[in-house]
Antibody
Framework: EVQLVESGGDWVQPGKSLRLSCAAS????????MHWVRQSPGKGPEWVSG????????AYAGSVKGRFTISRDDGKNSLYLQMNSLRVEDTALYYC??????????????????WGQGTLVTVS | DIQLTQSPSSLSASVGDRVTITCRAS??????LNWYQQKPGKAPKLLIY???TLQSGVPSRFSGSGFGTDFTLTISSLQPEDFATYYC?????????FGGGTKAAI
């Protein structure tokens, strides 16, 4: 069974940094693309960033580009999101998501197949 | 960025009704379109990928259609557990984007 467990969410002041982690299990981690998706209360999901199976294809939403960095450690079956220069509008529940495919976009098998329970980031 | 416009934003229906939700993309995305269901307090759940392919374990009353810019999610006979919010998503190119959602209520 696929398990994705996020951690690292916290309350921080604007301008500060935070690092989210996601521990993955139940599947061959280095075969799949992974993503971070966030959702503010009462709003729809917003894709934040994605990373391909080999870290060769990485993409960001325009709202976080230049401030956030996604990475993965296949030896530890872990996904990370380094968040710098945090803003009030970054406040959200952040989900770690497993893709069905190995690339971030452009495949008919690209889809967000499994989601973690989320970790809450509050910036104020 | 590719914009996805869903309609309606909300709908009122009864158990047994046939329900149709549409998603329009701001440019052609071929079949690079997925559908998700979200219930309160839960993460979204993948229903359909590549516009028409039913995800494993999803009931057959859900179906998807469309190509290019216009897509449809249909629930053939609404069940009590289907009252939720539905989102479309394009995976044609980055940044990946979601539609604004359609809330199905009684």
């Amino acid at each position: 069974e696929v398990q994705l467990v996020e951690s690292g969410g916290d309350w921080v002041q604007p301008g500060k940094s935070l690092r989210l982690s996601c521990a993955a299990s139940g599947f061959t981690f280095d075969h799949y693309a992974m993503h971070w998706v966030r959702q503010s209360p009462g709003k729809g999901p917003e894709w934040v960033s994605g990373i391909s199976w080999n870290s060769g294809n990485i993409a960001y939403a325009g709202s976080v580009k230049g401030r956030f960095t996604i990475s993965r450690d296949d030896g530890k079956n872990s996904l990370y999101l380094q968040m710098n220069s945090l803003r009030v509008e970054d406040t959200a529940l952040y989900y770690c998501v497993k893709d069905m495919d190995d690339y971030v976009w452009g495949s008919y098998r690209s889809a967000f197949e499994s989601w973690g329970q989320g970790t809450l980031v509050t910036v104020s | 960025d590719i914009q996805l416009t869903q309609s309606p934003s909300s709908l009122s229906a009864s158990v047994g009704d046939r329900v149709t939700i549409t998603c329009r993309a701001s440019q052609s995305i071929a079949r690079y379109l997925n559908w998700y269901q979200q219930k309160p307090g839960k993460a979204p759940k993948l229903l359909i990928y590549a516009a028409t392919t039913l995800q494993s374990g999803v009931p057959s009353r859900f179906s998807g259609s469309g190509f290019g810019t216009d897509f449809t999610l249909t629930i053939s006979s609404l069940q009590p557990e289907d009252f939720a919010t539905y989102y479309c998503q394009q995976i044609y190119t980055a940044p990946l984007t979601f539609g604004g959602g359609t809330k199905a209520a009684i």
